[in-house]
């Protein structure tokens, strides 16, 4: 099992940055993919990035690659997301999320966490 809880979210105009935390918990932290996924209201939730266990391998969508950055810390279990240059379309709910799986592009979680608000404003 492994326990996740994100922080990091907030109000920010267009333009800025935030930081996004994921703290795990559990056994095995540094073997699981780590991820991100957002939702948007009315929309289904939906990938934004992915980084294996090693942190050596990260995968991102489109829509947000070469704004979005994910890494990871297995010595004290923690995954980031560092979100720059940040749109109003970015504006959802931000989910952590470990996966078994080892192909970041077809990410399939595992275990979640409880969601941290974005807000951007413009």
């Known amino acids: 099992q492994v326990q996740l809880v994100e922080s990091g979210g907030g109000l920010v105009q267009a333009g800025g940055s935030l930081r996004l935390s994921c703290a795990a918990s559990?056994?095995?932290?540094?073997?699981?993919?780590m991820g991100w996924f957002r939702q948007a209201p009315g929309k289904e939730r939906e990938f934004v990035a992915a980084?294996?266990?090693?942190?050596?391998?990260?995968y991102y969508a489109d829509s947000v690659k070469g704004r979005f950055t994910i890494s990871r810390d297995n010595a004290n279990n923690m995954v980031y997301l560092q979100m720059n240059s940040l749109k109003p379309e970015d504006t959802a709910v931000y989910y952590c999320?470990?996966?078994?799986?080892?192909?970041?592009?077809?990410?399939?979680?595992?275990?979640w966490g409880q969601g941290t608000q974005v807000t951007v404003s413009s």
């Open positions: 980084v294996i266990w090693s942190g050596g391998n990260t």
């Open positions: 999320a470990a996966s078994w799986g080892s192909d970041l592009s077809r990410f399939r979680a595992n275990y």
């Open positions: 559990g056994r095995i932290f540094s073997a699981y993919a």
